[in-house]
């Protein structure tokens, strides 16, 4: 079956480290896209790439990375400089519609 | 000004309601539109897409109007497990595809 996964499903972390949320996809799609969701709030685009070897800044960039080495993986670090991690974060990767990864909850202390 | 908005929530309805979901964007090159399920603590899930023509799956029926520029979602005789939070999806095309998630809008059917 194709696919996105996401793992782990529940990640926790001291302030301080940075952490590496991994997202694979079997779907063969070009774009893969991450999201950041806070409680009752909508998604929020942290990167995104259309392309391996290329990535584009969402609206909250700022504290994370990402690379695209490879159509299947696109795996993002959440870095020390991201003041607020603490979040539900989605992988998704679309062709007419969305598919999305089941997401990794991350908490920082 | 947001390029999706929805409607404030939450929106309490007792079983077997009608209701009905608004939301409008601000792109007039926006292509494609969705609206998705998303339930607690769970990934977003495709509920429909919506069409020029409208379009109807079950209880369910989305409608867009291009020249106001919203889509909304009517959900006839509301089911408890219809519980969750509605989100509109708006893709566009301005030098790059991109797609653009509302903030959702929470729905709670009582019994």
């Known amino acids: 079956d194709g696919g996105i996964t996401q793992s782990p499903k529940y990640l926790f972390r001291k302030e301080g480290q940075n952490v590496t949320l991994s997202c694979e996809q079997n779907?063969?799609?070009?774009?893969m896209y991450w999201y950041r969701q806070d409680p009752g709030q909508g998604l929020r685009l942290i990167y995104y790439s259309q392309i391996v070897n290329d990535f584009q800044k969402g609206d909250i960039a700022e504290g994370y990375s990402v690379s695209r080495e490879k159509k299947e993986s696109f795996p993002l670090t959440v870095t020390s400089a991201q003041k607020n991690p603490t979040a539900f974060y989605l992988c998704?990767?679309?062709?007419?519609?969305?598919?999305f990864g089941p997401g990794t909850r991350l908490t920082v202390t | 000004r947001k390029e999706v908005e929805q409607d404030p929530g939450p929106f309490n309805v007792p079983e077997g309601a009608t209701v009905a979901f608004n939301c409008t964007y601000s792109n007039s090159a926006s292509q494609s539109f969705f609206w998705y399920r998303q339930d607690c603590r769970k990934e977003p899930k495709l509920l429909m897409s919506?069409?020029?023509s409208g379009n109807e799956d079950g209880r369910f029926t989305a409608q867009l109007n291009r020249a106001s520029q919203y889509i909304s979602l009517l959900i006839r005789d509301s089911k408890l497990s219809d519980s969750a939070t509605y989100l509109c999806v708006v893709n566009f095309n301005t030098g790059g595809f991109k797609t653009i998630f509302g903030a959702g809008t929470r729905l709670f059917v009582k019994a």
């Open positions: 919506v069409y020029s």
């Open positions: 779907l063969n799609h070009d774009a």
């Open positions: 998704a990767s679309p062709s007419y519609e969305q598919y």
